[in-house]
């Protein structure tokens, strides 16, 4: 898999590889904090979970499963923003980097969030 995600990032242009590695820091980072918050929180009788609906399956059944199915999914959206500035279409061709900013935004969110459920976990159980 790293293999394929330099190939990625080294076929690109400078602006590609830019926001390949900008996608895949701010995904690993939420993937990382998610499984922190899932191992730091512990609630008596109850069980925490992902509650982003797309990510739950993996996130929630160990971190080698969730680190692999982030890196297949920042190889995944960098092949298509790859395709995307490629295209015959115009339009498409001037948007090739908005899947990818997107998810650097929603990534951001979920860190963000993740931290935030954990200090105030670790607060409210000390």
């Given at each position: ?45 109850r069980r925490c979970w992902e509650r982003n609906l797309v990510t739950r399956p ?7 499963l969730a680190y692999v199915t982030t890196g297949l999914g920042v190889v995944g ?50």
């Amino acid at each position: 898999m790293t293999t394929c995600m330099l190939f990625l990032i080294l076929c690109q242009s400078r602006p590609g590889a830019v926001l390949n590695v900008a996608h895949a820091a701010a995904a690993f980072t939420d993937t990382w904090s998610t499984q922190r918050y899932l191992d730091n929180c512990i609630q008596p009788g109850r069980r925490c979970w992902e509650r982003n609906l797309v990510t739950r399956p993996f996130q929630s059944h160990g971190k080698p499963l969730a680190y692999v199915t982030t890196g297949l999914g920042v190889v995944g959206v960098s092949a298509i923003a790859h395709r995307m500035r490629r295209s015959d279409n115009r339009v498409i061709r001037r948007i090739w980097w908005l899947p990818q900013a997107a998810l650097i935004g929603a990534h951001a969110w979920g860190i963000h969030n993740n931290l935030s459920l954990d200090e105030r976990h670790k607060r409210h159980h000390r």
